[in-house]
């Protein structure tokens, strides 16, 4: 499994931002995929998640009612869109995919997107 995540870029608080992530080879085996963050100097965080096929859903505290996270099984993306932004979502974002049953730790992913960089100014 390939992911490609993009969206990411500088926004001034209480903006929004809509992250992509596009999957590709061997999509089909995707169970779950899940958003992450990690800020300076921080460990890497669950934002959220969502699996594939009955598109449950989970948030982090931080972000409940600000951010929603769905997916598009015709274009194999999934979305973060990101409202009501502050500075402290600053980081880079990971999209990740996992081929079996994941929940919130990192390590129960195995497939990586490349960051993309979220600022968000006050």
């Known amino acids: 499994v390939q992911l490609q995540a993009s969206g990411g870029g500088l926004v001034q608080a209480g903006g929004s931002l809509r992250l992509s992530c596009a999957a590709s080879?061997?999509?089909?085996?995707?169970?779950?995929m899940g958003w992450f963050r990690q800020a300076p100097g921080k460990e890497r965080e669950i934002v959220a998640r969502i699996t594939w096929s009955g598109g449950d859903t989970y948030y982090t505290d931080a972000v409940k009612g600000r951010f929603f996270i769905s997916r598009n099984f015709a274009k194999n993306t999934v979305y973060l869109q990101m409202n009501s932004l502050k500075p402290e979502d600053t980081a880079v974002y990971y999209c990740a995919a996992s081929t079996r049953i994941a929940f919130i730790r990192a390590s129960d992913y195995v497939y990586w997107g490349q960051g993309t960089l979220v600022t968000v100014s006050s």
């Open positions: 080879e061997g999509t089909s085996s995707i169970y779950v």
